[in-house]
C-alpha cells in the first residue's frame, strides 16, 4: 500500500510488514523520506483554509459517509487487523465496530463544538459589556499511533481532529500500518487534499520532522512510555496529548462474587494476549480467598484456545512479534527464580505464548513493576485491603483500575483513593466505550481522549466582547 501525502497515494512500496502468526509477508509500505514528512506537514498546513471554510453540516456528513463506506468494508478491514496486527478475528471485528461508532460520534460531536456567554456584568468594569467564546480549531494536529488498535487508535484522533476542522498528519506504527493507511484512502474522497495524510517508515525521520516543525500544532500521541517521555521533551511549544501505557491492578477483596472476578481476569489478561493499555498486569488479591480464586483461574483459563488470529474459535494469538515474547518469556522466568509460582503455561513457541498464571508473585518483581505486555496473570497475595490498596498504588501508572467487592463503604474508600484516571467497581480495568473520557495520571500520560474530550483538546477558546454603548 502507498503513502496518502496531499490527496495523493505516493511512496514506492518496500518495507515488507508480516503476519505476525506465521511471519509470511502480506503487503509492503513506504519509508518516508525527511521530503515526504515535510511535503505532507506543508500540505496540511495548505489546507487548513479550506477545512475551516467548510461548514460543520459538511464535516458532519463527510465523517458519517466515512463511517458506512468501514460499515460496508468490514469484513475487509477485519481481515486486514487479524492479518497485520495478529489480532484474533473475533477481537478484530469488535474493533472495526468500535471503530465505526468512533467514525459516528466524531461526525455527531462536529455539530455540538460550543461556546458560552460570558455574563461580563459579574465583573467590576464589566457594566455595558456582552461577551461570548468561540471554539476554534488549532491547526494542523500530528497523530502518532501504537500496534495495538491500529484502526481504532487512529481514529480516536483523526475523527475529532477532522470533526473540529484541524487538518492531519497520521503516523501508525510500522508494527501494523494497513488499516490506518486504509482509513486514510477512505478519509481522503471526503475530505479536501491535505487535510489528511498517512506516512509510513522510520519513526525516527518522521519523529524528527513532526517534532522540529513550526507548522504543527499539536501532537497526539499514544504509545509506549518511553517513547511518550522523549517526545515531551523534544517538541517545544507544541500542545500535547500523551495516552501512554499502564500497569492495571485488579483488586480482589475478601468479599467479592468470585465468579465475576474470574470472569474479568481471563477477559482482563489474556484478550489480544495482553497487548492492552488497559489489560490486567496485576490481580492483587485478600490472601483469605486466594485459594479459591486460583483455582477457578486456572480451570478458566485451560479453556483457551491457542492459534491462528484467522479461525475464530481462536482465543489467544500470537504477539506482534519475536522479541515482544522473548521479552514476556525472560519476565516470567525471572518471576520464577525469584520465587513466584508458575500454575499454568509459561511456554513459548515464536510469537505465540501460552497464557501464564503465576503465583505468590511480589510487588517488587520487574513482571509487574514494570508494564508487562503479554499473557500473564500475575497473582499478588495480600493479607487485607489496606495493603491491597497501597500495592495497588505502588506503580508510577495510573491508567485504570479494577476493584471486585460487595462492600459498598470498601468499593467507595477504593474509588476515591487508588491512583487511576478510571476506577472499576466489579469490572475489570479493560473497559472502555468510546464517547468516555479516557486517559491516566502519571506515566499513564496526560490529556483525555474519548471523541468530545479529544475535541476539547483540540480547540482554543477565543473570546469576542461587545460594548454595548
Ligand atoms: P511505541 O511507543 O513503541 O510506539 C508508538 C508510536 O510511536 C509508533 O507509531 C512508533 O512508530 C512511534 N515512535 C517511536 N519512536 C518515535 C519517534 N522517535 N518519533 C515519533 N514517533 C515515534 O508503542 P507500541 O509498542 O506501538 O505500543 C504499545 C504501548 O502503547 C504500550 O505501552 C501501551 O500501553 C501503549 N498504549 C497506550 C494506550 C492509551 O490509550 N493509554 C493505548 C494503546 C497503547
Do not use: W
Not at 518496500?14 to 506537514?41: L, T
Not at 467479592?256 to 490481580?283: F, H, M, P
Not at 466505550?433 to 480547540?459: L, Q, R
Amino acid at each position: 500500500m502507498k503513502m496518502l501525502i496531499n490527496g495523493r497515494l505516493k511512496g514506492e512500496e518496500k518495507i515488507e510488514i508480516r503476519n505476525p502468526y506465521n511471519n509470511e509477508i502480506i503487503d509492503k509500505v513506504p519509508a518516508a523520506s525527511k521530503e515526504d514528512a515535510i511535503e505532507a506537514i506543508s500540505a496540511a498546513k495548505k489546507a487548513k483554509d479550506e477545512m475551516i471554510s467548510l461548514t460543520a453540516h459538511r464535516i458532519s456528513e463527510a465523517l458519517y459517509d466515512t463511517s458506512q463506506e468501514l460499515k460496508k468494508r468490514s469484513k475487509e478491514f477485519s481481515h486486514l487487523l487479524a492479518l497485520d496486527s495478529g489480532k484474533p478475528i473475533k477481537a478484530a471485528r469488535d474493533e472495526v465496530k468500535r471503530s465505526i461508532e468512533t467514525l459516528k460520534l466524531s461526525a455527531e460531536e462536529s455539530k455540538r463544538i460550543y461556546g458560552e456567554t460570558i455574563p461580563m456584568d459579574a465583573g467590576i468594569g464589566g457594566k455595558d459589556f456582552m461577551g461570548f467564546t468561540i471554539r476554534l480549531p488549532l491547526g494542523v494536529i500530528a497523530a502518532i499511533t501504537p500496534f495495538n488498535y491500529p484502526l481504532n487508535l487512529a481514529i480516536h484522533k483523526v475523527g475529532p481532529a477532522l470533526a473540529s476542522k484541524n487538518t492531519v498528519i497520521l503516523k501508525p506504527s510500522l508494527k501494523a500500518p494497513l488499516s490506518a493507511l486504509k482509513i486514510g484512502e477512505i478519509l481522503n474522497e471526503y475530505f479536501p487534499p491535505g487535510a489528511i495524510n498517512v506516512l509510513t517508515g522510520k519513526a525516527s525521520i518522521i519523529g524528527d520532522e513532526i517534532l522540529k516543525s513550526e507548522d504543527i500544532d499539536k501532537i497526539s500521541f499514544t504509545g509506549g512510555f518511553k517513547t511518550g517521555k522523549m517526545i515531551a521533551e523534544n517538541s517545544g511549544m507544541k500542545k500535547l496529548t500523551l495516552e501512554l501505557g499502564g500497569n492495571d491492578p485488579l483488586i480482589v477483596l475478601k468479599d467479592a462474587n468470585i465468579e465475576k472476578a474470574v470472569e474479568g481476569t481471563i477477559r482482563g489478561s489474556y484478550l489480544y494476549s495482553g497487548q492492552i493499555c488497559i489489560a490486567v498486569k496485576r490481580i492483587i488479591i485478600e490472601e483469605k480467598i486466594a485459594d479459591e480464586f486460583v483455582q477457578k483461574l486456572v480451570k478458566e483459563t485451560s479453556k483457551l484456545k491457542i492459534g491462528d488470529p484467522l479461525d475464530p474459535k481462536t482465543d489467544i494469538g500470537p504477539l506482534i512479534n519475536e522479541e515482544a515474547a522473548i521479552k514476556i518469556e525472560k519476565l516470567v522466568s525471572e518471576a520464577i527464580e525469584d520465587g513466584a509460582e508458575l500454575l499454568y503455561g509459561g511456554g513459548r513457541n515464536g510469537n505465540l505464548f501460552e497464557p501464564t498464571i503465576l503465583d505468590n508473585v511480589k510487588p517488587s518483581m520487574r513482571l509487574v513493576k514494570e508494564e508487562t505486555f503479554g499473557p500473564v496473570s500475575p497473582i499478588i497475595r495480600v493479607k487485607d485491603a489496606d495493603e491491597a490498596l497501597k500495592v495497588a498504588n505502588s506503580t508510577c501508572y495510573a491508567l485504570q483500575a479494577g476493584v471486585f467487592t460487595e462492600n459498598i463503604h470498601e468499593a467507595l474508600r477504593f474509588a476515591s483513593e487508588l491512583e487511576a484516571g478510571t476506577v472499576l467497581i466489579n469490572k475489570q480495568s479493560t473497559y472502555r466505550v468510546d464517547h468516555m473520557p479516557f486517559g491516566g495520571f502519571d506515566c499513564s500520560g496526560m490529556g483525555k481522549e474519548g471523541v468530545k474530550y479529544a475535541i476539547e483538546d483540540m480547540t482554543r477558546t477565543k473570546l469576542i466582547i461587545f460594548n454595548k454603548n
